[in-house]
């Protein structure tokens, strides 16, 4: 019985090492043919006189984060901590840990993160928007398959919009040179579109008293619910904004469905590393 437990317990375990370098293969993947859909960033730096003719939050905004000159950013490396609400309809938060890369043009991100269920038992997750597809695949132990979702328009139109709702983290892609039209709304809100291939978002940005990025609202981003993916309101909210590498931005923040019942937060978390990589 003890050389079966040990046989059995041995397999178990190269299941899992081969389960992990299988992910970060794919992980790898996914960077490789996100970074094969770069293209060049021009302007490469700010300019504050693009800023004419925008709404007057916007204006503001942009001036309170960016300094004149400031390099475009061309990609960013996050690493984050929080929670991860793994109940459609409850309270079961469980601690997480990430690392996303993002391209800011052409539009993409991988978010690869590892929720702790329980001791010993990890979920790996791949969120992504890559090439216009949008991805989002969970693995328990990254071996037995929990979700799977890719190569729908729902699904890429919900990624790019959580690209363009964390944009706070990477600003000079708001800017009108970088492709996103503005609309006025009042003097603390304005609508932004993004155009990513023949697929566009627009989603409505509050700013808060300072002139800061306060939340991020979608009308109807995909919800996935028992399998199916309903079009449900949703809302990004971002606080406690530092300075990284001369760039304002927010290093905490909470993510929600906006349910008749009223708001479902499913993600809170904290930036605990952020890296970027600027237009020469």
């Known amino acids: 019985m003890a050389i079966i437990l040990a046989v059995l317990i041995f397999l178990a375990v190269i299941a899992l090492v081969y389960a992990n370098h299988r992910w970060q293969s794919d992980t790898r993947d996914l960077h490789a043919r996100m ?5 060049p960033t021009a302007p490469a730096s700010y300019d504050s006189r693009e800023l004419e003719g925008l709404p007057a939050p916007v204006q503001r905004y942009f001036r309170t984060v960016l ?14 901590a929080g929670t991860f ?3 459609e309809t409850g ?5 997480f840990q990430s690392t996303q890369r993002v391209i800011t043009r052409r ?3 991988v978010w690869d993160a590892r929720i702790r269920m329980a001791p010993g038992m990890t979920v790996y997750v791949h969120d992504a928007y890559v090439a216009g597809e949008g991805i989002l695949k969970a693995k328990l132990f990254g071996l037995v398959s929990l979700v799977n979702l890719r190569g729908t328009p729902e699904v890429a139109q919900g990624e790019l919009m959580r690209f363009f709702a964390e944009s706070a983290w990477y600003p000079t892609a708001l800017l009108p040179s970088q492709g996103v039209r503005w609309e006025s709304v009042d003097e603390t809100s304005a609508r932004a579109t993004l155009t990513d291939g023949g697929m566009s978002v627009t989603m409505l940005f509050r700013f808060n008293e300072k002139g800061l990025i306060e939340s991020v609202r979608a009308e109807a981003r995909g919800r996935t619910v028992g ?12 606080r406690k ?8 931005v927010p290093v905490e923040g909470e993510v929600a469905w906006i349910l008749p019942e009223g708001l479902k937060p499913y993600w809170r978390g904290r930036i605990t590393r952020l890296r970027y990589e600027f237009a020469q």
Request: no cysteine; proline share 10%; charged share 25%.
């Open 67 to 80: 300094k004149e000159g400031q390099p475009m950013v061309t990609s960013v490396s996050v690493e984050h």
């Open 91 to 95: 309270e079961q938060w469980k601690p």
């Open 241 to 248: 904004y530092e300075l990284r590498e001369g760039i304002l």
């Open 85 to 87: 609400n793994m109940s």
């Open 107 to 109: 539009p993409g991100f």
């Open 227 to 238: 399998g199916a993916v309903i079009p449900t309101p949703w809302e990004g909210r971002w």
């Open 35 to 39: 970074d094969s859909e770069r293209v």
